[in-house]
């Protein structure tokens, strides 16, 4: 008993950091079925419905979900099991129900308990009945003894949410892009972009346009339409405020004393162009607050949904509260951002600053699976309510007697179409299309799931370590979103990339690179407000100036801003910048200090002309990371083993461990030193031996080459279902092979043979590709495989009725 | 005095807003109904330096100095390497190459061949 026990234990330890890989795609389901919905349903509008002829109002607002474990039917409370649905042809799903209050003008609130269907269910995520099982379990119901989940199981078939590449989440980037001209007569094309993520994961993208009279226009997406409203009118209508505070903080960044320094980022024009924006204001007559927001109301009331009948200044509350910066829930925080973006534009403007790189891993990050489904769930059952209240105004139209205050009469409507939001998210995994209006801020539609193919392992493993950069760019013709770029070094790997079409599109992590998420490193979930005020404390002990009580503030090159997760917090003098900058990495090492060890500490320092400079700090989820060992830490003898992300990865030294210092400046001596030469590889690509011994293309053609060949498909052949599978009788394990090979168990699922070749160099015995084989061999089974393929079968019945 | 400063008197003095410039006798605002007397916005300036080479760089001429380091066209030859290999048409022994990677990566690069008596250029792919 104890060995048995000694070795299961072992074998767990064996295939951990094969479950590593697989981790972004669990955890950020698991959120989902913890936090994630429920955060998603307080976030939706609650809708209210009047009628003709009737004083009555009825309110409907959504409150908690209720998400089951898949269960067989007919069975009371029979699991079941993902390899019943794969060979059933059925999809792997729970019980999806809803929790709302029903309120009929100022009654009591009454809770009904609406059943939307069924959801599909990730393998190996908390509601599936295989999590934590040990590898006897996993063979007991008919799966791979190194199952790992990841994925759904619809109509029999394996579907996988892909990763995206989205635009950086709370990062104002400033852009130069040709369509920008377009938006209308005296727009240029430069722009500063800032996608704000909110807590359930939707996103609302905020441009602020350059006009060449030098004001600025932010704009956004509302039904479907791009609205530019001139950014004075937001600036005023955020916070109460005088057209002397705009000026005073817009301008404040610049000073004659510094002219063209290092580190300036403002021109003297500043000036004129804060007049320009106020004098835009001042010829609409706009002049308070309260009159900014009328105006602001009359426009968006017939735009915003819902808002028919309220005043005007409550549609202007609603229009800033839901789509402009809607990661703050601070108009003094929106005031303060706003102002920080105008001032990044007008420097790019001028050439002070350069402007970002959309296509540079730097200002990138990930649209993991269980943010995806919470997007688009919430699509869906916003528009549930749509249509619930479409259905019951007609009804109560048509018939007289209809009475808003029965709620069976309500119910009955309610759950009419309530069956199809279960289905669109499983028609959504199944074919891999978001059907929406509104497109949900995504960069396309189709190709969001793909078949997780089990030709062999390879294959089977880089589903889940590929990160796609979308579908629209196969087809245009311009190479920049395909070149591999140093931003990428550590997350991306150089070498794994399809040769084809999709070449430098779709990328590969590397084996080091994770994703962050919702849970921090003892698996609990992150609590962000609470990281955000220890980090303000932090940084106020460091020397941080805080925001709130100043109008007058400088920039750049005297003091730098502080943004945390998109949020001016504070500034810090250019001369104490570095020091606190270190402060924070250490703290990051240290287990308890409060601060979390995946926190991207983005430092841009000033320069000339270089990026906007700031400390940029970063704790959301959806972030590359991956381990660099600190020399810093190394010197005090503590844990050395950092987190970096891309952003801050640019502006740091790091040294590779099996070289000289490759002729790095002594001005700016290594702090971070990579742990592994091979970590800058994906998996598969870590798997070519000799990689350092090869034309780079050919390493580039093993990659795809090893996802190609008939290997071993499964252990668990006899139960599996495929409609075509390969399989080699007779496999190898390699005579020759990386350490990789071991670390992720590929001996389990071995994809080739040993031979020996012999070079016959004589032109009279060799034909092009032609390859002689030994008869003997081949009649001793080598290379031979099978290929199972299954055919539906129908049975007619005949029967004497 | 900060830059925001010199400029306050563009500004209301009691609500802070914009002032309008419709009167030669003061500045009203449209807001409050506050005028500043002319005689209190006289000698006031917004001052902008610009330099000439900022109006070439807007103009997009050529700068008024040019640096040391910059080699007139005329100066710069290229020398190429040279290999020992005769040409195909004059027959001079020497000539000069350069190399460039025009096909993909997992073939060789392309040689060009100049000579320099005759003029004559040509390529091998190797």
């Given at each position: 008993m104890a060995a048995g026990k000694s070795s299961s234990a072992s074998k767990e330890d064996q295939y951990a950091a094969l479950r590593e890989l697989y981790r972004p795609h669990i955890d950020s389901f698991d959120y989902f079925i913890d936090e994630g919905l429920d955060k998603m349903l307080q976030s939706i509008r609650p809708v209210e419905i009047t009628v003709p002829n009737s004083p009555t109002t009825l309110r409907i607002s959504l409150e908690k979900g209720h998400l089951f474990p898949p269960k067989r039917d007919g069975r009371l409370d029979a699991p079941l099991y993902p390899q019943q649905c794969r060979q059933a042809r059925t999809t792997y799903?729970?019980?999806?129900?809803?929790?709302?209050?029903?309120?009929?003008?100022?009654?009591?609130?009454?809770?009904?308990?609406?059943?939307?269907?069924?959801?599909?269910?990730m393998l190996m995520s908390k509601l599936c009945h295989l999590r934590g099982a040990d590898s006897e379990k996993l063979i007991f119901h008919g799966e791979e003894a190194t199952e790992m989940g990841g994925y759904f199981i619809c109509g029999g078939m394996e579907r996988l949410v892909r990763i995206l590449i989205l635009q950086k989440r709370n990062y104002p980037m400033g852009l130069?892009?040709?369509?920008?001209?377009?938006?209308?007569?005296?727009?240029?094309?430069?722009?500063?972009?800032?996608?704000?993520?909110?807590?359930?994961?939707?996103?609302?993208?905020?441009?602020?346009?350059?006009?060449?009279?030098?004001?600025?226009?932010?704009?956004?997406?509302l039904g479907g339409r791009e609205f530019l409203l001139p950014v004075g009118i937001v600036l005023k209508a955020l916070i109460d405020t005088s057209d002397r505070e705009?000026?005073?903080?817009?301008?404040?960044?610049?000073?004659?004393?510094?002219?063209?320094?290092?580190?300036?980022?403002?021109?003297?024009?500043?000036?004129?162009?804060?007049?320009?924006?106020?004098?835009?204001?001042?010829?609409?007559?706009?002049?308070?607050?309260?009159?900014?927001l009328l105006h602001l109301g009359?426009?968006?009331?017939?735009?915003?949904?819902?808002?028919?009948?309220?005043?005007?200044?409550?549609?202007?509350?609603?229009?800033l509260k839901d789509y402009i910066f809607v990661h703050l829930q601070n108009n003094h925080d929106k005031f303060n951002l706003l102002i920080f973006m105008l001032q990044k534009l007008y420097a790019i403007v001028d050439q002070t600053a350069s402007p970002d790189k959309a296509d540079a891993l730097q200002y990138q990050e990930v649209l993991l699976p269980g943010h995806l489904i919470t997007v688009f769930l919430k699509d869906r059952l916003q528009d549930w309510l749509r249509k619930s209240k479409r259905l019951i105004v007609e009804e109560a139209t048509k018939n007289k007697s209809f009475d808003l205050n029965d709620s069976q009469e309500v119910r009955k409507f309610l759950s009419k179409t309530s069956a199809y939001v279960g289905k669109a998210i499983q028609s959504m995994i199944k074919?891999?299309?978001?059907?929406?209006?509104?497109?949900?801020?995504?960069?396309?539609?189709?190709?969001?799931?793909?078949?997780?193919?089990?030709?062999?392992?390879?294959?089977?493993?880089?589903?889940?370590?590929?990160?796609?950069?979308?579908?629209?760019?196969?087809?245009?013709?311009?190479?920049?979103?395909?070149?591999?770029?140093?931003?990428?070094?550590?997350?991306?790997?150089?070498?794994?990339?399809?040769?084809?079409?999709?070449?430098?599109?779709?990328?590969?992590?590397?084996?080091?690179?994770?994703?962050?998420?919702?849970?921090?490193?003892?698996?609990?979930?992150?609590?962000?407000?609470?990281?955000?005020?220890?980090?303000?404390?932090?940084?106020?002990?460091?020397?941080?100036?805080?925001?709130?009580?100043?109008?007058?503030?400088?920039?750049?090159?005297?003091?730098?801003?502080?943004?945390?997760?998109?949020?001016?917090?504070?500034?810090?003098?250019?001369?104490?910048?570095?020091?606190?900058?270190?402060?924070?990495?250490s703290l990051k090492l240290l287990p308890h200090s409060g601060i979390p060890e995946d926190l991207e500490v983005g430092y841009v320092p000033l320069s000339h002309g270089g990026a906007y400079p700031g400390l940029y700090l970063f704790t959301n989820p959806a972030r590359f990371l991956r381990p660099v060992r600190s020399l810093l830490g190394l010197s005090n003898g503590g844990p050395n083993i950092e987190l970096i992300g891309p952003f801050e990865q640019a502006f740091m030294e790091i040294r590779c461990p099996?070289?000289?210092?490759?002729?790095?400046?002594?001005?700016?001596?290594?702090?971070?030193?990579?742990?592994?030469?091979?970590?800058?590889?994906?998996?598969?690509?870590?798997?070519?031996?000799?990689?350092?011994?090869?034309?780079?293309?050919?390493?580039?053609?093993?990659?795809?080459?090893?996802?190609?060949?008939?290997?071993?498909?499964?252990?668990?052949?006899?139960?599996?279902?495929?409609?075509?599978?390969?399989?080699?009788?007779?496999?190898?394990?390699?005579?020759?092979?990386?350490?990789?090979?071991?670390?992720?168990?590929?001996?389990?699922?071995?994809?080739?043979?040993?031979?020996?070749?012999?070079?016959?160099s004589y032109t009279g015995y060799d034909m092009e590709d032609a390859m002689i084989l030994n008869k003997s061999a081949v009649d001793r089974g080598m290379f031979r495989g099978h290929i199972f393929q299954v055919s539906k079968c129908f049975f007619p019945f005949f029967g004497d009725s | 005095m900060a830059f925001w400063q010199a400029r306050d008197f563009l500004f209301c003095g009691v609500c802070g807003t914009l002032l309008k410039f419709d009167s030669v006798r003061s500045a009203s605002c449209p807001l409050c109904g506050f005028k500043r007397k002319a005689k209190d916005i006289e000698g006031k300036e917004t001052r902008y330096t610009v330099t000439a080479e900022d109006i070439r760089r807007e103009l997009k001429l050529d700068p008024y100095v040019i640096l040391e380091t910059t080699l007139k066209e005329e100066d710069v030859i290229v020398e190429r390497a040279t290999v020992n290999k005769e040409c195909e048409k004059c027959k001079n022994p020497e000539l000069q190459y350069y190399t460039k990677q025009l096909r993909s990566a997992d073939e060789g690069q392309t040689v060009f061949y100049k000579c320099a008596n005759c003029r004559h250029e040509f390529n091998e792919n190797q």
């Open positions: 799903h729970g019980e999806f129900k809803v929790d709302t209050f029903i309120q009929c003008n100022d009654g009591p609130a009454v809770r009904q308990t609406f059943n939307f269907g069924y959801l599909p269910i130069i892009r040709g369509s920008f001209v377009n938006r209308g007569a005296g727009y240029t094309d430069k722009a500063v972009i800032i996608r704000c993520v909110q807590d359930d994961q939707s996103s609302v993208t905020i441009k602020l346009y350059y006009l060449l009279n030098g004001s600025a226009r932010l704009g956004f997406w705009i000026f005073t903080s817009l301008t404040c960044c610049y000073s004659d004393h510094y002219e063209r320094g290092k580190g300036v980022v403002s021109t003297q024009l500043i000036g004129e162009r804060a007049q320009i924006i106020l004098d835009e204001v001042r010829d609409l007559s706009l002049f308070t607050r309260t009159e900014c009359k426009y968006f009331r017939s735009v915003m949904e819902g808002f028919e009948k309220d005043d005007f200044e409550t549609v202007a509350e609603a229009v074919v891999g299309k978001v059907n929406s209006q509104s497109g949900l801020d995504l960069p396309q539609r189709d190709g969001m799931t793909i078949h997780a193919e089990r030709l062999n392992f390879h294959r089977y493993i880089s589903h889940f370590r590929s990160v796609h950069r979308g579908s629209s760019f196969a087809k245009m013709r311009t190479t920049s979103v395909r070149k591999l770029l140093p931003e990428s070094w550590g997350f991306l790997c150089p070498v794994h990339t399809p040769d084809g079409e999709p070449c430098g599109l779709l990328n590969h992590m590397t084996s080091t690179c994770r994703i962050s998420s919702f849970y921090n490193s003892e698996g609990a979930t992150k609590d962000f407000q609470k990281i955000k005020m220890s980090l303000i404390a932090r940084l106020v002990g460091a020397g941080m100036a805080q925001l709130l009580p100043r109008i007058e503030r400088t920039g750049p090159p005297e003091v730098l801003h502080v943004h945390v997760d998109g949020c001016i917090v504070g500034s810090i003098a250019s001369a104490k910048i570095e020091e606190v900058v270190n402060h924070l990495r099996d070289g000289g210092d490759g002729g790095r400046n002594k001005l700016f001596p290594a702090t971070h030193e990579e742990i592994h030469p091979t970590a800058i590889l994906s998996v598969v690509a870590n798997l070519t031996p000799w990689s350092d011994h090869n034309q780079s293309p050919r390493n580039m053609y093993q990659c795809q080459m090893a996802k190609q060949t008939m290997g071993f498909c499964g252990q668990a052949l006899k139960f599996r279902t495929d409609v075509k599978a390969f399989h080699l009788q007779t496999p190898q394990t390699p005579i020759v092979r990386t350490a990789t090979y071991s670390k992720y168990c590929m001996d389990e699922f071995p994809s080739g043979t040993n031979a020996i070749v012999a070079v016959l | -």
